[in-house]
Structure formats: C-alpha cells, structure tokens
C-alpha cells in the first residue's frame, strides 16, 4: 500500500493530466456530434453552429497532449488559454460568472498539471 502511496505522489500530475484527458476527449467527442441544444448555444454564443466542431478538435487536441508527458506542460497551457478565453467571452457577454462551475475546475486541474509537470522537470 505504502508503495501505491509514493506512486501516486510522485506522478500525480500525468494522473491528474490523464483524468482531465479524459474528461476533454469525452466533451470534444460531444462536440463533433452536437445536438440541436449544442449547436443553439454556440449559436448564440458565437454567432455559428459550426463552431460546435472546432471547439471539439480543440478538445481532443488538449486531451491528445495531456495524455503524453512531453508536450502535456504545452497541452494544459493551452487548454487554460482556450478555457479562459471562454470563459471570458461569456463574462463580457453577460456580465456575470453563472455557469462557469465546470469551466473554473478545468482551469484549476489544467494549472496543477501545468505546474506539477514542470515541478518534476526541474
């Protein structure tokens, strides 16, 4: 148990990389396959339907480069300026922080896998 213990410690990040991974490959899938709610939003939200599908091949790229050790610093990083700039649209838009929940959490694990991984490089 000891030793489960000091291999989640040393490599949580890539386990925090790969969870996050998961989560992005799951919501891109969603994406380029959107239903009639998700192509209304993005609709709304950015003026076109169609960005339902890049948004999506941005997810699965995120989620591409968490899944790797190597480019899983630039993967994060891009995954927060891609969230935050989301998440800053529909601030502006709005003018409130209502349903950025998700958003805030995608944001928090991207930044400890970020900071994690280049922890362990040093």
Avoid: C, K, N
């Amino acid at each position: 148990m000891r030793r489960l213990i000091d291999l989640v410690g040393e490599h949580w990040p890539a386990l925090a990389g790969y969870a996050l991974a998961l989560v992005l490959a799951h919501s891109g899938v969603g994406h380029l396959t959107p239903d009639a709610a998700l192509r209304q939003h993005y609709r709304e939200a950015l003026g076109t339907a169609d960005a339902s599908y890049l948004i999506g091949v941005l997810q699965l790229a995120g989620a591409a480069a968490l899944g790797f050790r190597g480019p899983r610093v630039a993967g994060a990083l891009g995954v927060l300026a891609v969230v935050g700039a989301a998440a800053s649209l529909r601030l502006v838009r709005t003018g409130s922080f209502e349903g950025l929940g998700p958003a805030l959490v995608v944001v928090l694990v991207a930044t400890a896998v970020a900071v994690g991984e280049h922890g362990r490089r040093r």
